[in-house]
């Protein structure tokens, strides 16, 4: 299969498995030790498991919703069976009410539920019985639910055929956001949107075949969904964990060693206030370097060059202090994007004056999701801003008062719009709501 003929969401695992199959594709630990599920295991449990949905009565274009308090491999393979089976995933977060998942299961009429451990079936049960949503499947074994791998059909031979008929406009999964007002609204995005914006945006992430990466943003939200596409699409291992697991001599990061990893800039900021603390810490001389070496870093710019004594001292603070930064981190790191959240100007100044490459991204759970990004490569990057457009996205800012079409500046109306002020032609995307234009303003 060639690149051009990605035009589903699950043509990105095909693709893997066609030419670069890992046996470590996504692995999760259990207590010390790290379970893997190969390219080839996810393939075959995702279209084992399509069948089975089918034969469970669920039908082309029903609604199953994901959720977890972990990302695991068991939930990639739950998105790619709902893929290929033609139905419509509804990822959820974990931590809302039961009313909650109630109203999300009515207003999408969701006819199934995939679910995590914790008070998961609890939350998820009581919502189903006051929306009429019985069919309940667990990651986990539990005696109130079906077990996903009790779904497991070894025939999938007219599952095979149907596959061929899913379209690449066909609507891949409805994702709710918190919205400005209201009940959640559900964004709706098809294969294309979702494929076009992975190929887009892989090339600007430095990440080879073969490498490491990291996993801890939820599943649920766009930007870490469309990242485990793109770890497919560039058959990379991705290792899943928790922002609890990640630091120590134990941690993840110094076990897996990841090349790359998406983060927010919360995190960036918990390991940068860990690191000052240490540094407050030390006494005599090392504190003495420690603030040194922290205070090269506030002339830096992204391409800046240093010469004569300038870059001496940094190859000093290097050696000392910074090196020790990368190995806290894994010691391979080759670049972290941002996203979700402005990202203070000082953690990707000092991160990266470290060593340790940090670039920010914008993006709408509506685009699918990326709109903006800081490149990797020399001159694509701007301390302070989220970069220019991906290819094939037209942005256009407009004043706080544009002049609508009907129902175009009612938050409800816009949600329930085709296109709204999002709107999408060939493969090009214009125009942002009102409230995430004025983050857009702000942000770069």
């Not at 279209?47 to 949905?53: E, F, N, V, Y």
């Not at 998820?124 to 079906?146: K, M, N, W, Y």
Request: hydrophobic share 40%.
């Amino acid at each position: 299969m060639e690149k051009e003929e990605i035009t589903r969401l699950f043509d990105f695992l095909t693709y893997e498995r066609h030419h670069f199959p890992q046996e470590k594709a996504f692995g999760i630990r259990d207590g010390k030790r790290w379970v893997w599920w190969s390219t080839d295991d996810l393939d075959a449990y995702s279209r084992q498991l399509a069948a089975g949905l089918r034969r469970k009565g669920l039908e082309a274009g029903d609604k199953v919703v994901l959720v977890d308090y972990i990302n695991r491999p068991e939930w990639v393979i739950a998105d790619l069976a709902c893929q290929l089976a033609g139905l419509v995933s509804v990822p959820v977060y974990p931590t809302i009410s039961s009313s909650e998942y109630a109203y999300i299961f009515k207003d999408a009429g969701v006819k199934a539920v995939m679910l995590g451990g914790g008070d998961l079936y609890d939350k998820v049960s009581a919502a189903g019985r006051e929306s009429g949503v019985d069919l309940l499947i667990s990651f986990e074994q539990r005696p109130e639910c079906i077990s996903w791998r009790d779904l497991l059909e070894e025939e999938t031979a007219a599952l095979e055929r149907e596959r061929d008929t899913i379209r690449p406009d066909q609507l891949a999964t409805i994702i709710y956001t918190s919205g400005t007002t209201g009940y959640p609204k559900g964004v709706m995005l098809d294969h294309r949107s979702i494929v076009f914006n992975v190929k887009t945006i892989l090339p600007m992430i430095p990440v080879s075949v073969g490498q490491r990466t990291l996993s801890f943003l939820p599943l649920c939200h766009i930007f870490e969904r469309a990242v485990s596409y793109a770890y497919m699409y560039a058959g990379v291992s991705a290792a899943f964990t928790t922002p609890d697991q990640l630091g120590g001599d134990d941690g993840d990061l110094r076990t897996i060693r990841p090349h790359f990893f998406s983060t927010v800039p919360r995190l960036l900021e918990k390991v940068y206030e860990k690191i000052y603390n240490k540094g407050l810490a030390l006494r005599g001389l090392k504190r003495g370097l420690f603030f040194w070496a922290m205070r090269l870093t506030e002339d830096y710019e992204y391409d800046k060059p240093y010469h004569g004594l300038a870059l001496i001292k940094r190859k000093i603070a290097d050696k000392l202090i910074f090196s020790k930064w990368r190995e806290a981190l894994g010691g391979e790191v080759r670049g972290i994007i941002t996203g979700a959240a402005p990202c203070p100007v000082k953690m990707a100044q000092v991160f990266s004056a470290a060593g340790i490459p940090i670039r920010e991204g914008y993006g709408l759970t509506e685009a699918a999701p990326g709109i903006c990004i800081t490149r990797f490569e020399p001159g694509m990057a701007k301390l302070g801003t989220v970069g220019p457009p991906i290819d094939g996205v037209e942005v256009r800012i407009e004043a706080d008062d544009p002049n609508y079409g009907p129902g175009e500046g009612d938050p409800e109306q816009r949600a329930q719009s085709d296109d709204g002020l999002l709107q999408q032609t060939g493969g090009r995307r214009k125009g942002l709501p009102m409230d995430r234009r004025r983050a857009l303003v702000v942000h770069r």
